[in-house]
């Protein structure tokens, strides 16, 4: 099996981005953004996909923790686009109900190689520390043009703005795992088109 992994370096004059990337891992993490909360989602989204995934961020956190989130997402995304290269028998589309306490999740996810954010979430939620609920749309955003996906992320119910950024994140890495998983009966590129 080619080895599915990548490395990005992402620099504007707001952020430096590192990301390694290798989807067929173990769930091993090392996660500095400068950001402790967003560290933790990330470290679970790891754990969860079972992707190794390796992130250095230095961003202008000072101003705000906007770039940051944004610009790991557009990177993260970019490594996978990278990884699954042609995306040739992959099973290209995962889906998660992900449970956190009150709260349900529910993450659909297709490789399909057209960008597309369908996103629910209550409204006027808490902010968690420093980091903005709305961020979590963001990131998720800016992952999904990136990565070339078709996303619909909808909180289904709940109350804590924790547990509702946890069950996203995990109800994504468990939406992810499926869809980039070999499935030994497809040979070729999942499409009727020949291509994603």
């Known amino acids: 099996m080619t080895s599915r992994q990548a490395q ?5 004059s707001e952020t430096k981005i590192q990301i390694d990337l290798r989807i067929d891992g173990r769930g091993t ?4 953004t400068k950001i402790p909360f967003f560290d933790h989602m990330l470290t679970l989204f790891s754990r969860h ?10 961003g202008d956190v000072e101003v705000d923790f906007h770039h940051t989130v944004e610009d790991v997402g557009i990177a993260l995304g ?4 990278k990884a699954l290269g042609d995306k040739r028998g992959i099973r290209r589309y995962g889906w998660a109900y992900l449970p956190m306490d009150e709260t349900l999740a529910r993450v659909v996810i297709d490789f399909s190689g ?3 954010l369908h996103y629910k979430a209550p409204e006027g939620v808490a902010s968690i520390g420093g980091f903005s609920f709305t961020l979590l ?3 998720l955003r800016a992952f999904c043009t990136n990565a070339a996906v078709n996303l619909h992320v909808e909180i289904l119910y709940g109350r804590d703005a924790h547990h509702m950024c946890e069950a996203v994140f995990k109800g994504l890495a468990k939406a992810v795992d499926q869809a980039c998983q070999l499935d ?9 088109k020949g291509t994603l």
């Open 8 to 12: 990005i370096d992402r620099r504007t």
């Open 29 to 32: 993490s090392q996660i500095a």
């Open 49 to 58: 996909s079972l992707c190794d995934l390796t992130v250095n961020a230095d």
């Open 78 to 81: 970019q490594a996978f686009t």
């Open 114 to 116: 057209r960008p597309f």
């Open 137 to 139: 749309e963001e990131f």
């Open 184 to 192: 030994p009966r497809v040979e070729d590129i999942p499409s009727t």
